[in-house]
């Protein structure tokens, strides 16, 4: 939880910006759902959930696949109380 935070604040483990922000702290509207895409990059405690092997494992027994690979990840946060 706290290092998906962080992302959302713009600390990075890594010094290396996601891909794609779409919301910076003190810029954007405080009530607007939140993205980040490949937030992996930018934090070691993500990519290690992200491009896990289980993780993988388990996209390929739901959907009975052979073999899956990461496209993108994409962090979102709805605040409470937010319109949009």
């Known amino acids: 939880r706290y290092e998906v ?4 604040k ?3 483990q890594t010094n290396v910006y996601p891909d794609e922000i779409h919301w910076r ?5 405080e009530k607007v759902t ?13 990519r290690d959930i992200v491009c896990s ?9 739901l959907m009975n696949w052979e ?3 990461i496209g993108q990840d994409d962090l ?5 109380g937010s319109n949009a």
């Open 5 to 8: 935070e962080d992302v959302f």
């Open 10 to 12: 713009g600390k990075y």
């Open 25 to 29: 702290p003190g810029i954007s509207r």
């Open 34 to 46: 939140r993205e980040v895409c490949n937030a992996w990059k930018s934090s070691r405690t993500i």
């Open 53 to 61: 092997e289980r993780l993988g494992a388990l996209a390929c027994a």
């Open 67 to 69: 073999a899956s690979r």
């Open 76 to 80: 979102l946060h709805k605040p409470p």
